[in-house]
């Protein structure tokens, strides 16, 4: 069994990441291989701007979030052909409408926790591996896409969290864990604030 662990700069643009498929084809020739990636080059400080934009009351985090989205979108059609893009454009837009979720109501609470930060930050590599295993999947390369947050574990010391492998702890406890690692905005609460901020900051 053998890891292989690429950054930022290693999977920037579809050229990149064509470089890094072959590596890994030939790696797994060899030996069992796992895959390691990173957000596309940049965005890790795309996402912290956004996210920080947001708290701010900046509502420019918006257009932040809509680049994130180009630039993922760009990177899916110079990679894949056109008759194996749309399932990968459509997750893509997906998480990205998650990622504007998520800023909508750090803007409206107008704070960034550093547990929500790390939520945000997660996106990058998220995006990134599912873009990979599209590509690995056009070429025919047999493999499987796991998501991290299933197999990793870690402390709440947000931003400076300790990890470690998830080996007994059942899959329904690791994935309700998943879905509740950063605070929700109940829609009630979401009213209460959409009207005092329009109440405080008149159009």
């Not at 009351?57 to 990177?75: A, F, P």
């Not at 998520?102 to 996106?123: H, M, W």
């Not at 905005?185 to 604030?193: C, G, H, I, K, N």
């Amino acid at each position: 069994m053998q890891v292989l662990k690429f950054g930022g700069s290693s999977v920037a643009n579809a050229d990149n990441i064509n470089r890094v498929i072959e590596l890994v084809k030939q790696a797994t020739a060899n030996d069992r291989t796992i895959l390691v990636v990173s957000a596309l080059g940049g965005i890790t400080d795309m996402l912290i701007q956004a996210g920080q934009a947001a708290a701010s009351g900046d509502e420019s985090y918006k257009e932040k979030v809509q680049d994130i989205e180009r630039r993922h979108l760009d990177t899916v059609k110079a990679l894949l052909p056109i008759t194996r893009q749309s399932s990968a454009l459509s997750l893509v837009k997906t998480r990205c409408n998650e990622i504007e979720d998520i800023c909508s109501g750090i803007f409206l609470l107008g704070e960034l926790s550093a547990r929500t930060q790390d939520k945000i930050v997660s996106y990058g590599e998220l995006l990134s591996s599912l873009i990979i295993d599209a590509r690995l999947t056009s070429l025919e390369v047999p493999h499987q896409w796991k998501d991290s947050r299933d197999l990793i574990r870690t402390d709440s010391r947000f931003g400076h969290a300790a990890s470690g492998l998830c080996h007994h702890e059942p899959p329904d406890l690791r994935i309700h864990e998943r879905r509740s690692d950063y605070p929700a905005v109940r829609p009630s609460r979401l009213r209460r604030l959409r009207r005092k901020r329009h109440h405080h900051h008149p159009r």
